[in-house]
């Protein structure tokens, strides 16, 4: 079977949507680092779009470790095929914004060159929370980090993203160019500041010896890192998917990627030069990202946080499954309307939409979402998608019941035992504090007030003031009973029984 590529693109069926602007001799104007399916599945598409209209975005995709990805995409002219699955149907796409693709090891000149071209602009990342080295505690760049110490070692030979980023700001600088933007595209919470804050920190360290001292403060004065926001599933390309794209497109596809239509992006409206108006194609500029983080943080964080404890307990599966009980699907709507309430007023008039996209993601069964791992490392989610809430609406005397019935749920996880009597293996770094709090209070045969008070002791997760206020503890201990009584379909209806009363 012929493979993908520009000689055979006319052979693939008019019906799958194709480059509709010349890719020969594309301007390179993004350098992406951190090469992958997400980032094929998000911002490449994003770009692809507004290309058929403006055809001068186009990408150099770069892995900085693994040169799979290149081996794969080059052959094609790095034409891929992007697979959308919603429930029973297929739409099958070939995206063309990726100009060229290297791995960093492999191909390090070209990288480079291509981070000092006066042609580039942008410099988009995808390189892992991991890969900023960042250390949160002393908000710094963790230089003793072994990656990071050999590059502070050798700046002129930077093998990590953010040596080799600031070893280009250094080369502009001489060279008398423009500065790019710098844009990160990691799911991590302001990684626009992170990013800043780490080239800041290594800048510091290197400028020295690269014998420029006011190379910090040109980075500072010079550069944009504006925050971002993305999500979009996309999952690990199988046999099967690869046998699907031979059989669209009659033609062998090596690299295809597999997503669901969701898809977001919003983007701090800070640029050091030009941009594409990726706004054409569905992203959102915007002064401040962090609103529609926690928009982001409270709906499908909560609503994800809901069906981990609340699935987990009842023994699902998958979140389809659970979304396929009614009772549970009521709640989950009803959980983001309270979580709502909580929401800065920037981002009120967007939320219903945003809400009524989430649900329909929930339900798509083509993308599946295992609720084991949605409910590993519960404790690092919990606190900023369901429990600030509840404080919120607790300072403002609204009812937390929903939001204490997830909570609950996740108590009774802790025993290690659902609903069907199934053991429940607990992932979480606060393991152990967990499960000697649940042994304190008395195990699975505690009464429901030991536990919840033994548990919300782990300050780690709920702080000093929160395990005091009554009506936190009460709400939570009353939706553990109502769990134990009723289990967790009967304690949803009753919560949904309340609401239609009311």
Known sequence: MQRLSSATLQMVPGHIAR??????????????LGAGAFHRSHQAVYTDDIMQAEPIWGMFSVSLRNPALAQALGPQDNLYTLLVRDNDALQARIIGSIARSACLQDDRQAVLDALVSPQTQIVTLTITPRGYHHDPVHDALDVNDPDVGLDLNSPHNAGTAIGLLAWAIFQRKQLGLAPFTLLSCD??????????????????????????????????????CPCSLVDRDTPTVRAGDLVQAETLLGLHDAAPVVTEPFSQWVIQDWFSAGRPPWEQAGAIFTAHVLPYEQMHERLLGGAQCALACLGSAAGYKTTHQAMQVPEMAQFIDSLMVDAASTLPRLVKPDWQDYKARLLRRFANVAVERSIPQLAMDTTLVLPGSIIQPMQLRLAHGLPIDRHALVVAAWIRCLTGLNE?????FL???LRD???AAVRKAGGRQANPHDLVDAVLQVEAVFGTSLPQDMEFTRCITAALQSLLENRVVGALSALNAADSVQ
């Open 420 to 424: 069907r009597f199934e053991e429940l």
């Open 427 to 429: 992932n979480d770094p």
């Open 19 to 32: 480059p509709g602007y010349p890719r020969d001799n594309l301007p390179m104007r993004i350098v992406h």
């Open 433 to 435: 504090e967990l499960l």
């Open 187 to 224: 799911n991590m919470a302001s990684n626009g500041k992170v990013l800043q804050r780490v080239l800041e920190h290594y800048i510091d360290h290197v400028q020295r010896d690269l014998g420029d001292q006011g190379l910090l403060q040109h980075f500072l004065d010079r550069y944009a």
